[in-house]
């Protein structure tokens, strides 16, 4: 088993910036085996991908809708996923979940195992 816990949400002006985190525990030992990511959801529509990274190698992937302003990346010694978002627009308001999968990277939020509990983050116009 793996717990996540994702932390760093907030309210934010457009054009700003958050960073979030997501602190792993458990069955870390095995984290190089795993991928995590992050997917967002905002009110009435479904979750959706936003970012994936390898752990074992820190290759990523992202959703073309926030690629070149968000980026992911992990901090071995510490078991943390950190997902840095800059230039946030009104629609990237939603809570934003972290997951983690046994595997490669997917882009399909079926394929994890394991979620947070989400953290809430707000765009201002």
């Known amino acids: 088993q793996v717990q996540l816990v994702e932390s760093g949400g907030g309210l934010v002006q457009a054009g700003g910036s958050l960073r979030l985190s997501c602190a792993a525990s458990g069955r870390t030992l095995f984290m190089s085996k795993y991928a995590l990511a992050w997917f967002r959801q905002a009110p009435g529509k479904e979750r959706e991908f936003v970012a994936t990274?390898?752990?074992?190698?820190?290759?990523?992937d992202y959703a073309d809708s926030v690629k070149g302003r968000f980026t992911i990346s992990r901090d071995n010694a510490k078991n943390t996923v950190f997902l840095q978002m800059n230039s946030l627009k009104p629609e990237d308001t939603a809570v934003y979940y972290c997951a983690a999968r046994t595997g490669t990277r997917s882009t399909y939020s079926r394929n994890y195992e394991y979620w947070g509990q989400g953290t809430q983050v707000t765009v201002s116009s």
């Open positions: 990274i390898t752990w074992s190698d820190g290759r990523a």
